[in-house]
């Protein structure tokens, strides 16, 4: 079982320094992979409202304490609250429904997905559209919905709160209002968009950035990044895989990253880049594949007030 390092973080907590994605693992697949995820040295697990998933991945957990492999506290669990929910009033509810998925009774992170937010139309009405198919923005200001996820941290419900998706001007301005820090800005993170700036700007206001998208999405054969002749040239140095030397490479970039695989093996090998060190040299190979292309744009918020992409970083 691979022993994965953790990280103190800006609230004091601790966070293991890689965690399993989840996003489309769903329907026994997603309860499966978090079970196979534990039983390799996996600690750290990231969900959200929008998945759907949030039950089988508390149903894993609890088996597995159930079965005396883990414990509670052993696991950092992360999810999010969706767009629909930022109305202030919606924001506890929101958390509880979620706690109610997992079956227990806190959360390690609760993460504010994105910046913006939707109507609301009712709990599984996730993308609330008009008649001509364009999703109904709110205005609602992510000031006053972290105001409220302030308030689940007092309540227990959460150890820690953060947000996802912020730019730079976003959290400037969140931190002026702020009682409590965030303590994580998730974002995407891989070779075609490095993020260096937006990472040393959170580095310098003590936020962890942890990083979706590691893989580049890679779906099929279609590989991208994996399949890079440099990359895997720079993986046969080391005896590792091209998903391993971008995971590596990551984590020396200050990023934590979240890879998603429901297959065995991927989610063990994902985990297995605390063995060897990258050179200097070959960071910067991987540094070079930076385009800055997004592969989640979110181009449906573009008009709202909140969208956080039409800024530099
Ligand atoms: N905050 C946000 O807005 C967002 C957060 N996220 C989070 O980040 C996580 C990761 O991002 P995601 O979009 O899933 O993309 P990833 O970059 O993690 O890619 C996942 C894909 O890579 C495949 N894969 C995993 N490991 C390997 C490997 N070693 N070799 C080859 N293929 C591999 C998986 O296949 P398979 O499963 O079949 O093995 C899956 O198809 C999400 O699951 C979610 O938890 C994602 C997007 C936005
Ligand atoms: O977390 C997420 C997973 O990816 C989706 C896009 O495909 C995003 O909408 C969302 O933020």
Redesign the pocket.
């Known amino acids: 079982m691979v022993k994965i390092p953790t990280i103190k973080q800006n609230d004091n907590t601790v966070m293991p320094i890689i965690g399993l ?5 769903t329907g026994g697949d997603c309860k499966r992979a978090v079970k196979d995820a534990i039983d390799a040295g996996y600690r750290h697990f ?3 409202y929008f ?1 759907e998933n949030e039950a089988e991945v508390g149903e894993a957990i609890r088996e597995k304490i159930a079965e005396g492999a883990i414990k509670r506290e052993d696991v950092y669990i992360v999810t ?1 609250l969706w767009c629909h929910f930022h109305d202030p009033e919606r924001v506890e509810k929101a958390c509880r429904l979620s706690l109610k998925n997992f079956g227990l009774d806190y959360i390690d992170m609760y ?1 504010m ?2 910046p913006y937010a939707y109507v609301y139309e009712g709990d599984r009405v996730m993308f609330p559209t008009d008649p001509s198919g364009e999703v109904k923005l709110s205005d609602v200001d992510y000031v006053d919905t972290w105001k409220a996820m302030e308030k689940l941290v007092g309540l227990g419900l959460t150890k820690s709160i953060g947000v ?2 912020f730019n730079s001007k976003q959290l400037t301005r969140l931190l002026s209002a702020a009682t409590i820090k965030p303590v994580h800005n ?1 974002i ?1 993170a ?1 070779p075609g968009l490095s993020q260096k700036k937006l990472i040393e700007f959170c580095k310098n206001l003590n936020i962890v950035v942890t990083g ?8 099929g054969n279609r ?1 991208d990044f ?1 399949n890079d002749k440099k990359i895997i040239e720079i993986g046969k140095k080391y005896n590792k ?1 091209s ?1 391993q030397v971008i995971l590596r490479w990551l984590v020396d970039s200050g990023v934590v990253p ?6 065995k093996s ?1 989610i063990q ?2 985990i297995d880049i605390f063995d060897f060190q990258l050179s200097a040299e070959d960071r910067q190979v991987l540094d070079g594949f930076n385009t800055g292309h997004r592969i ?1 744009p979110m181009t449906h918020a573009k008009n709202s007030p909140h969208y956080p992409f039409h800024e530099e970083f």
């Open positions: 994605g989840t996003y489309t693992s990231d969900t959200a998945y999010k993460l997905h994105w996802s998706n998730q995407e891989h979706y998208c590691p893989l580049g999405r890679p779906e590989g994996l895989s998903a979240i890879p998603k695989s429901v297959t991927r090998a994902n989640i």
